[in-house]
């Protein structure tokens, strides 16, 4: 039999800020109120391509907590379920949060915290209506006679497509709206996107928009995916990614004021489920939670303090960890620091082509000028060895050195053959393998900088009633405010809560601040993008990951030790 010690399930969470750059030109109108976020629009779906399954829904929320807790049907109750089929399940549900300090109208602040979760949300002022984010139409097929399911877009049901994608022209039609182009790189791709219009406490006294005055929250879209590959070295992952853009008029942070966004992750711990288990407690009741950001994993983690859950027949089985590991991180592309100490300063993935160097030696003399080359060859491997290097062309955009024409070159979609954009210039083009979106590495990454421990229960003390908005009651009257102020602090001791559980706990893990650039006021507008994946693996050994998830499935690399 399994013991806890033998079995690790992780989340890697990834994040990144994405400027637009050169793609945002022009100014971007502001989006009509029909087309913004609706509730009848939610829908929710399954991931189950391979040996997780778990519910997700299109308001940004992973995995569920069941409205019968201590009696529920296993065989269809499916919240990061590992293994599938097990009815084992590890979490009560997980959600990105937005956190920032603006100013208003009156001249007073207000901390709004953005999330897609159940409940711990306040209701709109102006009517009975919940806020938090909620979907936006078009993204999914509605007609439940072809969408039987009634679920948001898969990339392995065509009937769950659109007859048109709102934001592709009609050369999409038909195709799923993938991340890697027209064509599916996993074997399972979901697509959502949802905005912040529903937080509109603030409607009178802040604009994110100055051009719609109809526009609510922090004027934020955000763009969700969750991709599966039954490949065996990728049977236990799941990965989410989110990309987060402004689409208002306000900058995060206004010129000459200080940073004042914060992004992250709620995760609400529930390993073994919530049923009573054989050691006399109900599985959400009895979990812990710590992090580790000494690996270099950037690593948040929670576990059932006996080791037990209730899975299908039986209530002892063993269970493993649940991390979240932030593999890849906002990135802080102006500071003049190499964040990530990779030998690059101030890489960014929206830096466009660069300036073209031919010949091997040049290559590297320009490298020896510009990098800590030593540096470089100990995250990449050798500089001499890099494929832009044996190739004898490097494009500096492309600044860790791997697109080459002869493989990478087949155009903004992503797909070889169709004589779109930028295919076979002889110039990497965003949304080509091995450059600016598509690759991790081109981001100075700054890695997990807070986490903070919720007791939902208890025993021998208060607990901490973790909500996302301002409540006035003590000891936590205004919760976004004390997390903002927390993480903010020029004292870094103070940004992780180093407590422990073993009772029913949250926890928040955030990443410092950094600008979120209005894409309409200039076009170096930011957009956050985080990935999460699930994995179970042996804590006693190197697990087998993607350390670039903008790559394709061949493109394995390892990671380091996730724990000793």
């Known amino acids: 039999m399994k013991t806890k010690e033998s079995r690790f399930l992780i989340l890697v969470i990834t994040l990144t800020l994405l400027a637009f750059g050169q793609i945002v030109a022009q100014i971007v109108p502001p989006v009509p109120k029909e087309k913004r976020s609706r509730i009848d629009a939610e829908r929710q779906g399954f991931h189950d391509a391979n040996n997780i ?45 937005v956190l920032a300090k603006v100013r208003l109208t009156s001249g007073d602040s207000a901390y709004i915290m953005e999330t897609g979760y159940r409940e711990r949300q306040e209701q709109s002022p102006f009517s009975t209506l919940t806020m938090r ?35 592709k022209d009609a050369s999409w039609n038909g195709y799923g709206n993938g991340y890697f182009g027209k064509r599916p790189a996993a074997d399972q791709e979901s697509f959502t996107v949802m905005d912040d219009d529903y937080y509109d406490k603030w409607r009178t006294l802040y604009y994110p928009d100055y051009r719609d005055s109809t526009r609510h929250g922090l004027g934020l879209r955000v763009e969700v995916r969750g991709f599966q590959w039954s490949n065996p070295q990728a049977a236990n992952v799941v990965f989410w990614h989110y990309d987060i853009t402004n689409e208002g008029t306000t900058d995060y942070p206004s010129a000459g004021e200080p940073e004042n966004i914060i992004f992250g992750l709620y995760m609400d711990s529930g390993v073994g489920g919530s049923q009573l288990g054989c050691d006399g407690v109900y599985e959400s009741d009895d979990d812990n939670a710590k992090f580790d950001t000494t690996t270099g994993l950037n690593l948040v983690y929670t576990w059932d303090n006996f080791g037990h859950g209730v899975a299908l027949g039986n209530r002892c089985y063993p269970t493993g960890y649940l991390g979240y590991a932030y593999l890849e991180t906002p990135g802080k592309p102006d500071d003049g620091i190499d964040n990530d100490n990779d030998g690059i300063t101030d890489e960014r993935r929206d830096s466009g082509p660069g300036v073209l160097i031919e010949g091997r030696d040049a290559i590297l003399a320009y490298a020896a000028a510009h990098y800590d080359t030593a540096k470089f060859s100990a995250f990449y491997g050798p500089i001499t060895q890099r494929p832009a290097v044996l190739a004898g062309r490097w494009w500096t955009g492309d600044e860790d050195m791997d697109w080459v024409a002869a493989a990478d070159d087949v155009g903004e979609d992503g797909v070889p053959g169709t004589h779109d954009p930028g295919e076979g210039d002889g110039i990497p083009t ?12 081109e981001s100075d990454q700054i890695g997990l900088t807070g986490f903070q421990m919720n007791y939902i229960n208890n ?66 507008a930011l957009v956050l993008r985080s990935r999460m994946v699930p994995i179970c693996r042996s804590c006693a050994q190197q697990s087998k990951l993607y350390r670039q998830f903008t790559m394709q499935i061949t493109s394995l690399q390892f990671l380091h030790q996730l724990l000793q």
């Open 459 to 524: 025993p021998g003390g208060n607990p901490d009633d973790i909500v996302f908005f301002r409540t006035g009651r003590p000891p936590h009257p205004d919760w976004p405010k004390e997390l903002f102020e927390r993480w903010s602090n020029p004292n870094p001791s103070t940004h992780f809560d180093r407590r422990s559980g073993a009772t029913n706990i949250t926890s928040l893990s955030s990443l410092r601040r950094e600008p979120l650039r209005s894409r309409q006021a200039r076009p170096s």
């Open 430 to 441: 965003s949304g080509e393998p091995n450059f600016d979106k598509t690759d991790k590495d």
């Open 53 to 97: 399954r778990t519910v997700f829904y299109n308001y940004g929320m992973v995995g569920d907590y069941p409205p019968d807790p201590g009696n529920v049907d296993l065989s269809v109750f499916h919240s990061v379920e590992v293994p599938k089929g097990s009815g084992l399940n590890y979490t009560d549900g997980i959600t990105p949060f």
């Open 133 to 167: 984010f909620e979907p936006r139409p078009g993204y999914f097929e509605a007609n439940p006679a072809i969408n039987r399911g009634r679920s948001p877009a898969l990339s392995n049901d065509p009937r769950t497509w659109p007859s048109s994608w709102p934001d």
